[in-house]
Nanobody
Framework: QVQLVESGGGLVQAGGSLRLSCAAS????????LGWFRQAPGKEREIVARIAWSGGTTYYGDSVRGRFTISRSNAKNTVYLQMASLKPEDTAVYYC??????????????WGQGTQVTVSS
Protein backbone atom coordinates (compact mmCIF):
# COMPACT_ATOMS: atom_id res chain seq x y z
CA GLN A 1 0.00 0.00 0.00
CA VAL A 2 1.25 3.48 -0.89
CA GLN A 3 0.04 6.77 0.54
CA LEU A 4 0.72 9.99 -1.33
CA VAL A 5 0.59 13.49 0.18
CA GLU A 6 0.98 16.58 -2.02
CA SER A 7 2.15 19.99 -0.86
CA GLY A 8 3.36 23.26 -2.32
CA GLY A 9 0.23 24.55 -3.98
CA GLY A 10 -0.92 28.13 -3.62
CA LEU A 11 -1.65 31.41 -5.34
CA VAL A 12 0.86 32.82 -7.79
CA GLN A 13 0.84 35.53 -10.43
CA ALA A 14 1.05 34.71 -14.10
CA GLY A 15 4.64 34.23 -15.13
CA GLY A 16 5.62 33.02 -11.69
CA SER A 17 6.86 29.66 -10.45
CA LEU A 18 5.84 27.02 -7.93
CA ARG A 19 7.24 23.69 -6.90
CA LEU A 20 4.91 20.91 -5.88
CA SER A 21 6.07 17.99 -3.79
CA CYS A 22 4.50 14.61 -3.23
CA ALA A 23 5.74 12.52 -0.34
CA ALA A 24 5.08 8.81 -0.46
CA SER A 25 5.05 6.05 2.07
CA UNK A 26 5.82 2.46 1.22
CA UNK A 27 8.96 0.47 0.76
CA UNK A 28 8.44 -0.18 -2.95
CA UNK A 29 8.07 3.49 -3.91
CA UNK A 30 11.31 3.46 -5.83
CA UNK A 31 9.98 0.87 -8.28
CA UNK A 32 6.82 2.79 -9.17
CA UNK A 33 6.11 5.06 -12.11
CA LEU A 34 4.99 8.43 -10.75
CA GLY A 35 2.82 11.05 -12.34
CA TRP A 36 1.26 14.46 -11.84
CA PHE A 37 -2.27 15.14 -13.02
CA ARG A 38 -4.52 18.17 -12.81
CA GLN A 39 -8.20 18.90 -12.97
CA ALA A 40 -9.71 22.32 -13.48
CA PRO A 41 -13.36 23.08 -12.68
CA GLY A 42 -15.63 21.72 -15.38
CA LYS A 43 -12.80 19.95 -17.16
CA GLU A 44 -11.58 16.40 -17.30
CA ARG A 45 -8.52 15.33 -15.42
CA GLU A 46 -5.40 15.44 -17.59
CA ILE A 47 -1.92 14.13 -17.21
CA VAL A 48 0.71 16.78 -16.64
CA ALA A 49 3.87 14.71 -16.42
CA ARG A 50 5.13 11.23 -15.74
CA ILE A 51 8.50 9.85 -14.61
CA ALA A 52 9.88 6.33 -14.66
CA TRP A 53 11.16 4.61 -11.53
CA SER A 54 14.76 5.37 -12.46
CA GLY A 55 14.04 9.00 -13.29
CA GLY A 56 15.56 8.48 -16.71
CA THR A 57 12.36 8.63 -18.74
CA THR A 58 9.86 11.46 -18.53
CA TYR A 59 6.71 12.46 -20.38
CA TYR A 60 4.95 15.81 -20.46
CA GLY A 61 1.54 16.90 -21.61
CA ASP A 62 1.55 19.25 -24.57
CA SER A 63 0.23 22.18 -22.55
CA VAL A 64 3.13 22.13 -20.07
CA ARG A 65 6.06 20.83 -22.08
CA GLY A 66 8.98 23.24 -21.82
CA ARG A 67 7.58 24.96 -18.72
CA PHE A 68 7.22 22.18 -16.15
CA THR A 69 9.84 19.71 -14.94
CA ILE A 70 9.14 16.46 -13.09
CA SER A 71 11.80 14.85 -10.93
CA ARG A 72 12.01 12.35 -8.13
CA SER A 73 14.18 11.42 -5.18
CA ASN A 74 13.87 7.76 -4.33
CA ALA A 75 16.02 8.36 -1.26
CA LYS A 76 13.41 10.82 0.02
CA ASN A 77 10.38 8.98 -1.37
CA THR A 78 9.33 12.22 -3.03
CA VAL A 79 8.33 13.33 -6.51
CA TYR A 80 8.46 16.99 -7.52
CA LEU A 81 6.85 19.17 -10.13
CA GLN A 82 8.70 22.40 -10.84
CA MET A 83 6.33 24.78 -12.61
CA ALA A 84 7.58 27.89 -14.37
CA SER A 85 6.05 30.56 -16.61
CA LEU A 86 2.70 29.80 -15.07
CA LYS A 87 -0.45 30.84 -16.90
CA PRO A 88 -4.00 31.37 -15.62
CA GLU A 89 -5.02 28.24 -17.52
CA ASP A 90 -2.70 26.22 -15.27
CA THR A 91 -5.14 26.83 -12.43
CA ALA A 92 -6.36 23.46 -11.19
CA VAL A 93 -6.15 20.91 -8.43
CA TYR A 94 -2.93 18.99 -8.93
CA TYR A 95 -2.71 15.33 -7.96
CA CYS A 96 0.20 12.96 -7.79
CA UNK A 97 -0.28 9.31 -8.62
CA UNK A 98 1.72 6.10 -8.57
CA UNK A 99 1.54 3.01 -10.74
CA UNK A 100 3.21 -0.31 -10.10
CA UNK A 101 3.82 -0.76 -13.82
CA UNK A 102 6.99 0.42 -15.50
CA UNK A 103 5.51 0.88 -18.97
CA UNK A 104 2.15 1.88 -20.50
CA UNK A 105 -0.71 1.36 -20.24
CA UNK A 106 -0.94 2.77 -16.73
CA UNK A 107 -3.88 2.34 -14.36
CA UNK A 108 -2.53 4.67 -11.63
CA UNK A 109 -3.18 2.53 -8.59
CA UNK A 110 -2.60 5.19 -5.94
CA TRP A 111 -3.60 8.84 -5.69
CA GLY A 112 -2.94 11.77 -3.42
CA GLN A 113 -5.62 14.10 -2.09
CA GLY A 114 -4.62 16.98 -4.36
CA THR A 115 -3.27 20.48 -3.89
CA GLN A 116 -4.78 23.66 -5.33
CA VAL A 117 -2.76 25.83 -7.69
CA THR A 118 -4.25 29.18 -8.63
CA VAL A 119 -2.59 31.47 -11.16
CA SER A 120 -3.84 35.04 -11.26
CA SER A 121 -3.65 37.20 -14.35
Amino acid sequence: QVQLVESGGGLVQAGGSLRLSCAASGRTFRTYTLGWFRQAPGKEREIVARIAWSGGTTYYGDSVRGRFTISRSNAKNTVYLQMASLKPEDTAVYYCAADTRSSPPFDWDYWGQGTQVTVSS
